[in-house]
């Protein structure tokens, strides 16, 4: 009864369900919840609170998939918010997921992570998807790299393709190969900011800051438009924006670049030091010794949890 009365209820009971192992009840009140949220949804088409609920319930098996794809390209068409996106975006990378646990193919698997970029650039989840496909591989680097280059060949690479090659090339330690798949990618998806970050810094090697700067301004453009300059990764473009920015002399834009690096992530404490030292160069002391008692203050802390640490194992 309660659960009719407060149908949110049904989660709960239906997590309870699960954890006692009573699969029937938990079946129940899944349906029960998804009947409640389809009943929202069909009254306001603009919900999207009803519309990410549905897709979190379905999205199961491969019929769950199909359906939560669906749901969210309605919702996006109707309105395209970065939420939807997001959650569309999700869909697709947990059913590479899905995919790849089913097979060891995973450059045949690949068209759903592409999917995935392609539907919000700035998903951080998919860059970290793409980063533990080379660290994690089960299989050797170089027969990953050999299938891939074939998908080159092929003339059927995507950016999930590119994005893992370039991935493999850094790991390799071979820049000017990575810098060729990141331009592919910064092309088609200049807001994933890992990517993005990635390219800047093979650019400030070759001692091309001007290339950096250019490719920093329009990823960083677009995220500001999207409101995202908090996003995951950002900190880090914004950090080497302001790296190339010193290595330009426009020691204001550096100290707005770092800033911004900051306001993403209060934390970085490299990003306080070069900071700190672009103060000093601008003539802002006061400025610079805020940062530069911060970083001192941080230090100290960490010293004391060190030796409490220390202490405590002796």
């Known amino acids: 009864m309660a659960c009719k009365t407060y149908p949110d209820l049904y989660v709960n009971v239906a997590k309870l369900a699960d954890e006692s192992k009573n699969p029937q009840l938990a079946a129940l009140a899944r349906q029960q919840e998804i009947t409640r949220w389809s009943e929202l949804?069909?009254?306001?088409?603009?919900?999207?609170?009803a519309r990410i609920h549905l897709v979190q319930l379905l999205q199961t098996d491969a019929e769950g998939f199909k359906e939560s794809e669906q749901l969210l390209k309605e919702g996006i068409n109707l309105r395209?918010?970065?939420?939807l996106k997001r959650a569309l975006s999700d869909v697709y990378r947990r059913q590479f997921v899905r995919d790849l646990a089913g097979s060891e193919d995973t450059v045949g698997n690949l068209v759903m992570l592409n999917k995935a970029i392609q539907v919000d650039p700035t998903n951080p989840l998919v860059a970290l998807q793409i980063s533990d496909l080379v660290k994690k591989s089960v299989r050797p680097i170089e027969d990953l790299s050999s299938d891939l280059h074939k998908v080159l060949a092929s003339g059927a690479a995507n950016v999930a393709v590119h994005a893992l090659l370039a991935e493999i090339?850094?790991?390799r330690?071979?820049?000017?190969?990575?810098?060729?798949h990141l331009k592919q990618v910064f092309h088609a998806a200049p807001t994933a900011a890992k990517y993005a970050d990635q390219l800047m810094q093979l650019y400030l090697a070759d001692g091309k800051f001007n290339e950096a700067i250019q490719a920093g301004q329009r990823a960083l453009s677009q995220l500001r438009q999207d409101k995202l300059l908090k996003a995951r990764f950002?900190?880090?473009?914004q950090h080497t924006m302001g790296l190339a920015y010193l290595r330009a002399e426009r020691h204001a834009e550096a100290v707005t670049a770092f800033e911004g690096a900051l306001a993403a992530n209060p934390n970085r404490l490299d990003t306080r030091q070069v900071l700190a030292e672009s103060f000093r160069r601008v003539g802002n002391d006061t400025e610079a010794a805020?940062?530069?008692?911060?970083?001192?203050?941080h230090a100290?802390?960490?010293?004391?949890?060190?030796?409490?640490?220390?202490a405590s194992d002796q």
């Open 290 to 297: 805020k940062h530069e008692q911060f970083i001192e203050a």
């Open 300 to 310: 100290t802390s960490e010293s004391r949890i060190s030796d409490s640490a220390d």
């Open 169 to 171: 090339e850094l790991t």
């Open 234 to 237: 950002v900190d880090g473009l």
């Open 41 to 49: 949804l069909a009254a306001n088409p603009m919900n999207q609170v």
């Open 80 to 83: 395209p918010t970065p939420l």
């Open 173 to 180: 330690n071979n820049p000017n190969a990575a810098k060729m």
